[in-house]
């Protein structure tokens, strides 16, 4: 059984406006690969600097 | 792909418009119950569980190499994608494979910890990605799955996850 917390922490977020079944979450995969894709060139970045 | 283009998008459609029996697990999945970017946690993969069937995984396998996508197992390249064998002993072990394309990698998933396909399909909710839908799993499943695999970062993520969101639960906001 999962934690008590993250049981209603599960349960209240799932009844939130913004989960109703069917909303568009397109931003969120969009959002993930802009967090990938500004971490590798920061990495490309640093490497640069470092030669 | 151009670069701005997400993989993860063209991934998961690709799966939809091919049929492909999968639901959306892990951070990933966890990520889609975001209220806005702010909240959504970096991830390096978006993990994506099959049917344990091998029509499944050939039919995902097929559907991302159409899409552009090159495969690896076990760190190697996998070019087995036709090996009707090969396929079946990889969903008898429930093991998993990555899928690759610009950068952006897919854990194909032939099983997770605490949860069958089923459990997870039976109750997913399902969420939209502009023209097509894509099944996710329940938000208390994924969280529970991450307590029973026990790892350290994984009781480090939902120690953190319970701390960003505790406040506001108990709120009611």
Redesign the interface.
């Given at each position: 059984?999962?934690?008590p917390?993250?049981?209603?922490?599960?349960?209240?977020?799932?009844r939130?406006p913004?989960?109703r079944?069917?909303?568009?979450?397109?931003?969120?995969?969009?959002?993930?690969?802009a967090?990938?894709?500004f971490?590798?060139e920061l990495d490309r970045a640093e490497r640069a600097a470092e030669r | 792909v151009p670069p701005s283009a997400s993989p993860f998008r063209e991934a998961l459609a690709a799966l939809v418009r091919a049929s492909v029996d999968f639901v959306l697990v892990g951070v990933g999945g966890i990520n889609f119950y975001a209220r806005d970017a702010s909240e959504v946690v970096r991830t390096v993969d978006l993990d994506v569980l099959l049917r344990p069937r091998v029509g499944s995984l050939r039919a995902a396998l097929a559907a991302l190499q159409a899409a552009g996508f090159s495969f690896e197992a076990g760190g190697e390249s996998f070019l087995d994608v036709d090996d009707e064998s090969v396929l079946a002993r990889i969903v008898e072990s429930g093991g998993n494979l990555a899928a690759e394309l610009g950068g952006g990698r897919i854990d194909l998933m032939l099983s997770m910890t605490g949860f069958t396909f089923d459990q997870l399909m039976v109750d997913a909710e399902r969420f939209r990605l502009a023209d097509v839908e894509v099944p996710v799993g329940r938000l208390e499943k994924l969280l529970r799955s991450k307590e029973l695999a026990g790892r350290p970062k994984d009781r480090e993520f939902l120690r953190l996850f319970a701390a960003r969101l505790r406040e506001d639960a108990e709120g009611g906001r």
């Open positions: 059984v999962l934690d917390t993250l049981s209603r922490i599960a349960r209240w977020l799932e939130r913004w989960n079944p069917g909303t568009d979450k397109t931003w969120v995969l969009e959002s993930m690969w967090a990938l894709v971490d590798r | -």
